[in-house]
């Protein structure tokens, strides 16, 4: 009886006695479950700062790609070309951080007041939507200083060509490619399409200096026709 008994108390402990792994409860994350959040990457958080980055590398590629084919246009002086492109590098990089400051400034303003307005509602998360809320300075200095970095491209390709007609043929072709390059990058970080991001840039990019290389030609002919009509000197 007592080698019964005693069999039935140890059946009693081996039943009552269950070990439960803390990782069944939720308390660690399982392998599987971090390989998941680590895929699972908002890629709208990069939309802030590759905004402001692409657009004003693209920028200044392409505003000083044309100055320099449009100055081209009409004059073969180097030191011409190279002076309006610097002013140009100048003025765009300054317009870019301002405007980007200012538009940014009053996004963050409107997601201000909705957070105000959540917390008098008393809804929860006011801390995860301060953390996503916009920066203006940072994108101020990342429009200013892409922007830079892509005007400063087509000046170093056109500082180093004495010949006018190869310069204006250099300026082109670094710009074509390096239009293709950002258009590859910005497509690669933000996990969009690349053919369809570098043909979309490239063409936007060929547009400008086609337009710009071609009004000046045009309005070139017909200022010097008018004035030699004219007898102006």
Not at 7 to 15: G, V
Not at 116 to 137: H, M
Not at 179 to 201: D, E, M
Request: net charge neutral; proline share 3%.
């Amino acid at each position: 009886m007592a080698s019964l008994d005693d069999h039935k108390t140890n059946e009693e402990i081996s039943i009552n006695h269950v070990e439960i792994p803390i990782h069944a409860i939720g308390v660690e994350p399982k392998p599987n479950q971090e390989v998941k959040e680590r895929r699972n990457i908002d890629y709208s958080q990069r939309a802030q700062w590759l905004r402001a980055a692409v657009l004003g590398a693209n920028d200044g590629l392409v505003s000083v790609a044309s100055l320099l084919m449009g100055v081209g246009a009409v004059k073969e002086n180097i030191t011409a070309m190279l002076l309006a492109g610097f002013a140009g590098l100048i003025a765009g990089a300054c317009s870019m951080a301002i405007g980007e400051f200012v538009s940014v400034y009053t996004q963050y303003d409107i997601e201000i007041a909705q957070i105000k307005r959540d917390k008098e509602n008393n809804n929860i998360g006011e801390e995860a939507q301060r953390e996503k809320l916009p920066n203006p300075f940072q994108a101020a200095l990342a429009s200013a200083l892409a922007f830079s970095v892509g005007a400063v491209i087509p000046l170093l390709a056109a500082a180093f060509i004495r010949n006018y007609k190869i310069r204006l043929v250099v300026v082109a072709v670094v710009a074509s490619l390096t239009l293709l390059l950002f258009g590859g990058v910005g497509a690669v970080l933000g996990k969009t399409p690349v053919r369809k991001s570098c043909i979309r840039v490239l063409l936007g990019g060929w547009m400008a200096m086609t337009i710009t290389f071609g009004h000046q030609v045009i309005w070139h002919c017909w200022a010097f026709n008018v004035i030699h009509y004219f007898g102006l000197f």
